[in-house]
């Protein structure tokens, strides 16, 4: 017998044997996620729906999730795909790190302080003709 005939059913076989652990997988992950999915819980739809579980029917497989304060969806419990977990707000470590509320600081580098006086006296012509005058120099 040639070791190439025994080659493709092996290699057959490897393929299903992934197949069916793949589906365990997948069967495993659904399961957690069920368990996960109880009255209270942030959950997303698979169709990007997102919402507070408020009562789940599993005889006939509806969950009722509050969108917004009195609004309510029921959908079927296989549209459930994901559960939100809200991460801590971060606080920046310095302020030298925060981000402005304005561009003012997007300067690159340059001098700008004996322009901002002329600037805020500018109309909207002027202003236009100084941002073409600025991007000819730059290049």
Same mark, same amino acid.
């Given at each position: 017998? /040639?070791?190439? =005939?025994?080659? !493709?059913? &092996?290699? +057959?076989?490897?393929?299903?044997?992934?197949?069916?652990?793949?589906? *365990?997988?997948?069967?495993?992950?659904?399961?957690?996620?069920?368990?996960?999915?109880?009255?209270?819980?942030?959950?997303?739809?698979?169709?990007?729906?997102?919402?507070?579980?408020?009562?789940?029917?599993?005889?006939? /497989?509806?969950?009722? +999730?509050?969108?917004?304060?009195?609004?309510?969806?029921?959908?079927? +419990?296989?549209? !459930?795909?994901?559960?939100?977990?809200?991460?801590?707000?971060?606080?920046?470590? =310095? @302020?030298?790190?925060?981000?402005?509320?304005?561009?003012?600081?997007?300067? !690159?580098?340059?001098?700008?302080?004996?322009?901002? =006086?002329?600037?805020? @006296?500018?109309?909207?012509?002027?202003? +236009? *003709?100084? &941002?073409?005058?600025?991007?000819?120099?730059? /290049?």
């Amino acid at each position: 017998m /040639n070791i190439a =005939d025994l080659f !493709l059913p &092996l290699l +057959l076989a490897v393929f299903v044997i992934m197949m069916f652990r793949k589906q *365990k997988k997948s069967q495993q992950t659904v399961v957690q996620q069920r368990a996960q999915m109880l009255p209270g819980t942030e959950v997303m739809t698979q169709f990007g729906l997102f919402g507070r579980i408020v009562s789940v029917d599993q005889d006939e /497989n509806k969950a009722v +999730l509050e969108l917004s304060p009195g609004n309510t969806a029921t959908v079927h +419990l296989q549209a !459930l795909t994901k559960v939100v977990t809200i991460p801590a707000e971060e606080t920046p470590a =310095d @302020d030298a790190a925060a981000v402005p509320d304005d561009a003012s600081s997007l300067t !690159l580098g340059k001098d700008t302080s004996e322009r901002q =006086d002329a600037v805020q @006296d500018e109309t909207p012509e002027e202003t +236009l *003709k100084r &941002l073409n005058r600025d991007d000819k120099k730059e /290049n």
